[in-house]
Each structure stands twice: as structure tokens, then as C-alpha cells.
């Protein structure tokens, strides 16, 4: 059962009911500014950092789902009925509700007794703003007067004190309404020199900042007193809970069509310029109103979205496919690159499963989540990795988190995860390769943000590799830490008291649990830095780092080998876990996936193996668990993975962040059908069909599916922000459609299904556009390369050296 469909021409996914399952969300701004919302106008807004900065109020996981949000509300002033055009609030019946998710925007309309109306919602860029555009017309053929009311509760800023500080919140509020603006300046008159508007284009017939007055006692949004009474009552809030809201008044002919505006921004003053006049406390409002002005201007708006739409175009427009599958092209060319945008802007901070007050940046995360952004934007990627690395501690450690407000190493999760300093490699690797900006080695990045300490980023890559080289275990493997990749597989904290933290609580000494997982990231890393090294020059340490990964290759046959596949780690007893002498967790998918994907064992058959133990054993239709069998009691010895009941998370629910290391490892051993077809199984396109067992977005990945073991075995949970959205994009257009980046060019490997005929794609790469067309003419993966015409030796496309900028390369697959 669908619930919508996608709109490919314009980008969008329409929802055309407004009961999704779960809210299905999407994204608005993408620099500074963001917030979400949902197909019945849910969400909050925030700018730069969802917990410290907060705009708005939204309640997780309250009843009626989904509470809080941009609400409009529509009340016909001569039948005094009232309804809000996206459903939420009120949930009155609506006719023709569709609800329009596209690149950054929302367009959710409806209409009710012969009243459409349609709100646009969009951040514009380079603005600290959100532009409401509500268009109402009047199909009626009598004239119709309608009250037209906006409305969003204020959030005192820190979302974390504000959902539980009451007994000083309920006394700090306070706004200032000007020139129908009202502005929301909690804590302005101490510290804060940011505050918050909310402004309409239409002289407003009143406004109201006090929830109680908006509302009315005892009552909640889908009811609002002053809404069904048809008048706002001008109230300005002190204390308690500031709401922003507008009553506009529309009259309009038959057939009339009217569109007001309303704008929600944030606003910074120089600490010394906050107040005007100076001394008084009065928010300065001079820099502030010439911007509300400009967006209040429909003209201004329309060309504000416009740019955004250009935007979307120019970054979608770096990479595009056509193939045969109607869900790849789809993912690919619009909502899994969209994904990787907003996984990059958002990490793991807020979504409607991250409350935006859990989580800072994660350092693994973050360097992933570059596979699939890189491309979009390089710079930004730039920044990025020079932040991550300056958060790096002197020993090559990390902290697992860094809050992106002040770039500083959360103190309160600490650093000890063993896998984490490796990605920074994978990333910086990614940043090469996409870029040839080799000038990023050579910049000064400290350590712990220490000024004084500043070292070459390059430095910071080889104390990530040297991290894992001081910290090997009894078998030679590198040791785990708080944890490796799996957050869940805690062997260093046997936690018996609820409510302790599976991962920082640590209670063994951390020098026998081991981790095959992170030996073979260590090969993957290791091999990467070698070619950065040998690309400078530095043959001598290229080779010491082809040594230090050929011991890690000989230990991983040695110790982490189990027979017909790859072993997970050994406990903090020695004991091995993802071994057929376990009695359960006998095979994990991250050791296997990153061994294969790393091509440890493509020579002596162990990947061949590995990839067809996955099989057996792991694989479901609906994706590839995290292991078998499930955990089905809870383990001193193991922490967290065995704390979730069998099949959700990672006690053997299909985790799809790793399910693309098993299509990758296929590809790497020419299995494009095998590839494919488990890129096809997590599809959030290719499950729209089956959408009421999904229940999440059909346009995005979730991290989770549930496994075979669980009752609700298909449900996916915990959509948007997982390292999913990063990795299926690099395995399906860097492995599977094979057009991968590499130090020396454009390298176009497929290893795809034997079905299809072949493929195009336009790649812009360096500034050089390719077109590539790749046509089958045999069933396996050899490939014969054309340049413009002309045939080239092996399968990497160098910058053309004539200053070319577009290149025509064709490839007959054999
Ligand atoms: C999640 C991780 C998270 C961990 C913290 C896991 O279930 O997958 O994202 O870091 O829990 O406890
Ligand atoms: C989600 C976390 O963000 C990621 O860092 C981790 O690797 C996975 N969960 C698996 O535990």
C-alpha cells in the first residue's frame, strides 16, 4: 500500500494523504539555518545547532505524533468553521490534501468548503529565515471571508533547559511586537545577543505572544480559543510560554486568488549594539528590518525559491544516471544524493527519532557521511574534515562527538571508540580523490582545539593509523575500545545497574577485547594513506604502511578466520564472538562486509566464502541482518547489541548502513547481479509498494529494518540521518554503476547486473564534465574504455591534459 508517489520531473514526493504512518518529513535550509517538517506542517526550526539554538517548540514523542509545528489555520468568518490546510492541528476533514516534500521545501495544500489554499515553506540561502507562502483562492462562487491565522510556540533557545527547567522558564519569556513584527527576545536582556521574529505581509488584525491566550485555558493547538472565536487578542507574553501568533483577513471574490507571507528568522547584534536606544532594552532592530522587508516581498520570495531551485539543479546536476531500473535512477539522481546533504548538515542531531538535544556531530559519522557529500560540495567537506581533525586528541584518539556550535570534543562521551581516528583517513581519502586539493594535507590543524599545537592535517592521519598501532591486543588484532563501529558491541563495560551508559561506563581494562572489524579497517585505511604517501612522494613510508597492513592481513588470517567466514572480535575473556562455537551471534555482517569490501582474502577464496556465508545466513528480503542468530537473552559480557530484543537494531535487525559493504565486497568480486539486487532490497524507493509494513518515508533510507527475528520483521525505524544515506550512494555509483573517484582520475569500473544492456551518466569531475555511456556486449566485467573516440589502457580516465572541459568516454563491458 503506497500513501503518495514520487514525482520525478519536479523532484518531489507527493503524499496524498495526510495519516502517513509516521510523520514523513523533510529538510528545509542547508547552511545555518535549518528545521524540519513534516507532510502535516510538524517540525521545529533551529539555527546552526538543534539543541542550543532552538526556535521552536516541538514535542517528541507526544500524543497526538507530531505536535508542534508551522500551523496554519483557515476560519470561514461567516460559518465561524475553522480547519488548517495541512491537517495538523485540527485534523478536519480536507479534500484534495497533498503534501508536496522537495530539494529544501515543502508545499502542502488542501481545500475545504471551496477554499484551497497551499503554503509554501522554504529557508533561502544564505538567509537565517523561513519563508511561509500561504496562497489561498476562492472556488466558491459567492465571496468568501476568511480569517487566516499563523502560528508557532517559541522554544527558550537551549531545547534540553527547555523542556525541563520550568521553575525558571516559566519567568524568562518575553517578546516585543513592532510594526506587527513580534519578536521573541528570551534571555536577550542577559547574554544572549540573537533573537527570534515572526512577521506577515498582510496588515495583521491582531497577533497574540501568550500560549494561554492563543489557546485558552486547558486547551491544545487543535482547538485554539481565539481561532474558533474568530479574533486574536493582542497579548504579550511575560513569562510563561511565548507563542508568535498572526490573524489576517481575507476577502475574496470568486475565483480570487490571494498570497501572504509570513517570515520566522533568527537574528544576531553586535554584543555592543544590542539595544536601541543604547541603554534601553530594546532590541536594535535596525540590521533586522530591512531582511524581514525583503521577504515579506512575495517578488523576493519567489525569487529566493527560485535560487534554491538553481541551487538543487547545479548540485544534483554533478552527478546524474540513466539505467534501466526506474529506483536506482530515482535515488541516485534525486533523494539519495538529497539524503547525503542533509546527513551532512545534521549528522546524527535532529530528525524525528534525534530529538536534537542527544548528540553532537559524530567523528565517524561525519567522516562517512563525506562518501556521499563530497562531490556536492567540496568546501564544505573541507571545513568539515579540518573541524573533525582539529577536535583529534594528541595520542590520534577522538572524541566521538564534537558539538558543531563551538567545535569542541563533547567532554561527557569522551573519546576510546577504536575505529574512530581510521575513518578520518576515509574521509580525507574521499576529499583527495574527489578534489586533488593536496593542499588540505598541508594545513595547520591542532589537537584538542589546543591553540599552539597545530600540526599539518597530515600528521593528524598518521597518529590515526599509529593510534590503532599502539593499541593491538593478545592476538596481534587492534584492540576495541568503548567500541568499534557497532556502538552496541561494548566488551570493555560489563554493566549490570539499568540506566548506566553501555559505553562509557567502563569497567575492564580494555586490553584483551579485540576487534576483527577494526583490523580490516585498518588494511582499508592503511592502503589509503600509502597512496596519499606515495602520490607525495613518500615511498619509504608508503612502504612502512603497506608492512604495517600486511601484519594486520596475516593476523586477520590467522586469528580472524573461522572457517567459512570472517570472525567479529574476541571478548574480554578471549573468547571469540561471531564464531560457529558461539552459541549465538555466531556471524556478523561488519567483518565480513569491511574484510570483503577491503578485499582481504579476494586471492585464497575467504571472500568468496564470506560473501556466501552473508548469503546463507544473514540475508532476508528485506536486507541483510547484522547477525545470526540473534542475541536472545541480554549478555554481561557483550553490553548494549544484546540489551534490544531479537532483530531490532543491532541485536540482528538489518542495519542498512552496512548492508552496502556486502554489495561492495560483491562488486569487488564481479557479482554485479548479487550487488544489485541487495541494493534493490533496502531501496526506500523500490519498498514504496509496501509502505504500510515500511512505514517510514518511501524517498529515504532509515538505519533500520526489522530482522527476520522480529515480530514486525520489514519495519523500518529511524529514518533520515544514518550513515546509510552515504554509503548506498558511494556503493551504487562508485561500486555497482562503478564511476569512482580516484587520486589519479575518473575511473569507470561497472559491475553491474548481467540484465542490463548498459548505462549513461554525466559525471563533473574537477571541473571537467563526462559523459559516459557503458553498453554491454558480454556478460562479465571487462571493461574496453574510449576517450572522445579514442581507446585508453586499464580503466582510469585522466584530466583531459588540453583543458578540455567535457569528454566523451564509452565503455563495452565483456
Ligand atoms: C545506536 C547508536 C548509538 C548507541 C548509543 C545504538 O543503538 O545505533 O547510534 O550511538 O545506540 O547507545
Ligand atoms: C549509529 C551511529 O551513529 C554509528 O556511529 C554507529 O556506527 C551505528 N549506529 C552502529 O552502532
Redesign the pocket.
Known sequence: MKFGYFDDLNREYVITRPDTPLPWMNYLGCQSYFGIISNTAGGYSFYRDARLRRLTRYRYNNVPLDLGGRYIYLRDDESMEFWSPSWQPTRHELKDYTCRHGMGYTVIGSSYSGIEAHTRYFVPLDENLEIWQVTVTNRRSTKATISGFASIEFCLWDAQDDATNFQRNFNTGQVEVEDGVIYHKTEYRERRNHFAYFATSEPGVGFDTQRESFLGRYRGWDKPATVEAGQLTNSIAHGWSPVGAHQVKLELEPGETRQVVFVLGYHENPVDEKFDPPGSQTINKKTVKPVIARYLDRKEADAAFERLRLHWDGLLGIFQVSTPDVHTNRMVNIWNAYQCMATFNMS?SASFYESGIGRGL?F??SNQDLLGFVHMAPARARERILDLAATQLPTGGAYHQYQPLTKRGNNDIGSGFNDDPLWLIVGVAAYLKETGDWSILDEPVPYDNESGSEQPLYDHLQRSLQYTLDRLGPHGLPLIGR?D????LNLNCFSDTPGQSFQTTTNKDGKVAESVFIAALFVHAGRELAGIAKHRGLEAEASRYIGETEKNLAVIAEHGWDGEWFLRAYDDFGAKIGSKECEEGKIFIESNGFCVLAGIGLEDGKAAKAMESTRKHLATKHGIVVQQPAYSRYYLNLGEISSYPPGYK?NAGI?C?VNPWVMIGETRLGHGDEAHDYYSRINPSAREQISDLHRCEPYVYA?MIAGKDAPTFGEAKNSWL??TAAWNYYAIVQWILGIRTSLDGLEIAPVIPKSWPGFTATRVFRGVVYKISIERKGEGNQIALTVDGAPIEGSIVSPPVDGRKEVLVKGILS
Open positions: 546524527r559524530g565517524r559519522d567500541a563501529w557497532n556502538d552496541c543491532e542495519f548502513h538505519q544514518t550513515g
